[in-house]
């Protein structure tokens, strides 16, 4: 949620960043609602000057023995309209309240202002893209010769977008999983969280899920309580409505979790495979920063899931996203994208995001200055510290052999019980 007084005082500051995000938003509304709100607390303001006035004059007649009927009638009428316009205040601040929580946050100005996607910049390469002396299969197809993953089978228990990972795949999937947990915690400096998998409506609106994109949500029949669709919403809510110290700061966490998703929209787009699922599982890290540090956390975030590429050695690419393709809390995202040899092409499988005190300002998480002074929001950042569907990807087709098997990367081999090679059983 953006500052009030930034879009009271700096109307045309957030408009030119709505246009940059080709947001339909426009300033006009709340401009207008600000106006009726202002007018209304303005003629309160005078109505109640207008009060204390002939009230005086009601308890001066009193004590002189004259009367004061007329008056005891006008501050009746007085009261009455004080009490309607303080109703039609608190209605037009409710809906000013409505609309901030529709509006996205404020792009930093190093983003590169665009359309979509075809207008991000990429920031760099890392690994060589492997050459294969065999037709190249996509990660479906080799799951399903290895006997390890099953979309038949998992169609019949969910329907489509859904996987069954079996046997050695299952495992593969699972180190994966491990592997980064392991080296978000005891290397790159975040404490591992095991949170819920279903938060109330507040987490939602905190991270900016609600209202805005309610119908990608999966709610709970009878329960106003929904699956997370990434551990950033509990991560982030854990301090909501607290005052951390600065002392404390930055604070970083990760967490494995399921993660739900509708997938609204995305009708045709990968439909096969484990590109694109109402279920999946990821590593999501997630940092409370101050407000002065915020931009070296997220380029410190971006790294720690570089790292965790380079280690799996799968080529990647950095990119920064434009303006019009950022999440709606971010003010600036790096996204990292795989090489996919089945898709000759990179596929997103970390986004890294600074959203700024964006989300802070909407579930209030503050910290105290250590000099003093009054609490400040903090700065939150999350990202992905990786997803293992999309991972398992990436390795099983950049590690595919032209029997079919899969070689398992180095960095995996230990938590595979030392198997190199994953073949048919």
């Not at 109307?11 to 080709?22: C, I, W």
């Amino acid at each position: 949620m953006l500052d009030l007084k930034l879009l009271q005082k700096e109307p045309e500051t957030v408009a030119a960043a709505l246009k940059a995000r080709n947001s339909k938003i426009s300033m006009d509304e709340f401009l207008e609602m600000d106006k009726r709100r202002r007018a209304a607390l303005a003629e309160v303001e005078s109505l109640k000057n207008r009060r204390n006035t002939e009230s005086a004059e009601v308890a001066r007649r009193k004590k002189a023995g004259e009367d004061a009927s007329d008056l005891v009638a006008e501050l009746g009428r007085l009261s009455d309209r004080i009490k309607s316009l303080d109703a039609e205040a608190e209605a037009i601040k409710e809906e000013v309240h409505q609309w901030m929580l529709s509006v996205p946050n404020i792009p930093d100005a190093s983003v590169p202002v665009g359309r979509d996607e075809s207008e991000n910049a990429e920031v760099h390469r890392w690994g060589e893209q492997p050459k294969f002396s065999f037709p190249v299969r996509e990660h479906w197809e080799l799951g399903a010769a290895l006997g390890g993953l099953d979309f038949e089978r998992a169609g019949k228990l969910a329907g489509s977008r859904f996987s069954v990972s079996r046997g050695a795949i299952a495992c593969l999937e699972r180190a994966l999983h491990n592997f980064y947990l392991d080296t978000q915690t005891r290397e790159f400096g975040h404490t591992e969280i095991m949170p819920p998998f279903m938060v109330n409506r507040a987490s939602m609106q905190g991270t900016g899920q609600l209202p805005k994109f309610e119908e990608d949500l999966f709610k709970l029949q009878g329960w106003d309580h929904y699956l997370i669709p990434t551990a950033e919403v509990p991560l982030t809510n854990l301090h909501a409505g607290e005052v951390l110290d600065e002392a404390d700061l930055p604070i970083l966490y990760t967490a494995g979790t399921p993660c739900f998703r509708s997938e609204a929209g995305s009708y045709g787009k990968d439909t096969r495979g484990l590109i694109r699922q109402h279920q999946f599982i990821k590593v999501e890290m997630v940092h409370f920063a101050h407000p002065s540090r915020s931009w070296e956390q997220l380029e410190t975030m971006r790294r720690c899931a570089e790292m965790l590429l380079e280690r799996l050695e799968l080529p990647y690419r950095a990119i920064t996203l434009c303006t019009g393709d950022m999440g709606f809390g971010s003010a600036k995202t790096y996204d990292l994208e795989v090489w996919l040899p089945g898709q000759n092409t990179y596929r997103e499988i970390s986004s890294c995001s600074n959203c700024t005190d964006f989300q802070a300002r909407r579930a209030n998480i503050r910290f105290r200055p250590a000099g003093g002074g009054k609490p400040e929001f903090v700065h939150t950042l999350n990202g992905s510290g990786l997803p293992t569907g999309r991972s398992l990807v990436a390795v099983m087709e950049n590690y595919q052999q032209e029997d079919g098997s899969i070689r398992v990367p180095d960095v995996l081999q230990p938590y595979m019980g030392g198997l190199k090679v994953i073949t048919r059983a």
